[in-house]
């Protein structure tokens, strides 16, 4: 078995670095155990079976020729693993879900001691009721309680998916310096916003909310007023209101930096109700420099209300197809539009909805097409319009119908001229 430095995690990049810390860990706990065992089976500690200190050692360097060479490793001067400073346990548990620090705090008082330092629960989340289609297992109830008691003061962070209100209670209640706040699924009502607010009006930055069917506008509102320091706001549509949307663009309240907007069908054929022109162009004055980011995925027949009068958005997002005439409406109406991404469209092409989107969202950098179809000669024209300011520009291959102007193997060149860059068309969506 190849023994690892410690030091060699703090040198891997990204993704791969994460990788390898769980790796580490997770190995080196199990080797950790298999060594604190061993030793207790030595001193007699575990000796009542009736086989002698070294036979018992003998059955468990025996499992496997694996286990064997790791306990080897294990015991080698140059892998005392507990003997890790704390700055680098502390960087490694970061990284590992919370059953896995849990299991590695189990191996020596000094993982211990790193598993209850307040640096690493400033980030905290969790879910408990996971679907049975998630291939991760739920954090059992009294390990998050036990934890959130001891350490609530320490959170910054929280993440909380959960139909146990209990334990976001004790959050709320306990915390004193909470900045960024995601619950999603969850039975919280406006009482427990009241309390949050309370306890955290002096730095909450950030709050999004989903599927919170108990939570109403006036809770919100509630957030909103009390929590000077926000920021960034993320709702599903049913909580949008003109009333909400005014009260957010009166003299008292904080400016917004973000807001995010969830619109989603759960059902076919639901209804949406429409927010007035006015009550986003008072958003507007309120908090000229606001994002607004829509993700709407909903069916075709139910993009009634949206785009008919201009509205804000600045970040938009279609999950599901989207058509032509839709499309149409977002050139119209989206004048402060940056990112547009349509995953599915169909088979008609958009070749004047690109155009239209182009001389009318004079701000938009970032665009996205996925199952949709572009003739050659309308997308080279699109690209001509908005310039080099098309920072990101995500177009898969089959998105593009050669024409009488342009093949495939011509578009290329002839987009990265007005790009200012190389540019070749995606083989797998990027966004």
Known sequence: MRVISPEFFLREPGLKRQVSFRIFLRTTT???VKTTRMKRTKGGEEAGNGESPPEACKKVRTETSEESEAVAASE?????????PQEILLHIFQYLPLLDRAYASQVCRGWNEAFHMPELWRCFEFELNQPASSYLKATHPDLIKQIIKRHSNHLQYVSFK??????????FVNSKSLSSLKIDDTPVDDPSLKVLVANNSDTLKLLK?????????????????????????????????DELLLALSSEKHVHLEHLRIDVVSENPGQHFHTIKKSSWDAMVRHSPKFNLVMYFFLYEDEFGPFFNDEIP???????????????????????????LVVCANGLRPLDEELIRIAKHCTQLSAIGLGECEVSC????????????????????EEVLIPDHKYSLDEIHWEVSKHLGRVWFPDMMPTW
């Not at 001067?77 to 890790?84: F, K, Q, T, V, Y």
């Open 30 to 32: 199990e080797l950790c």
């Open 162 to 171: 959960s139909h146990f209100i209990s334990a976001l209670t004790v959050v």
């Open 313 to 339: 958005v600045t970040h938009l997002y279609f999950g599901r197809s989207v058509s032509k005439e839709v499309l149409g409406r977002v050139g119209l109406h989206c004048p402060r539009l940056v990112e």
């Open 76 to 84: 080698s001067p140059h892998c005392d693993w507990s003997l890790l």
């Open 209 to 241: 909310m989903s599927s919170c069917p108990h939570v109403s506008p006036a809770g919100i509102l509630c957030v909103a007023d009390q929590c000077h320091g926000l920021r960034e706001l993320a709702l599903n549509y049913h909580l949008l209101s």
């Open 377 to 396: 000669g309308a997308f080279v024209e699109f690209v001509k319009m908005c310039g080099r300011r098309l920072s990101q520009l995500s177009i898969m």
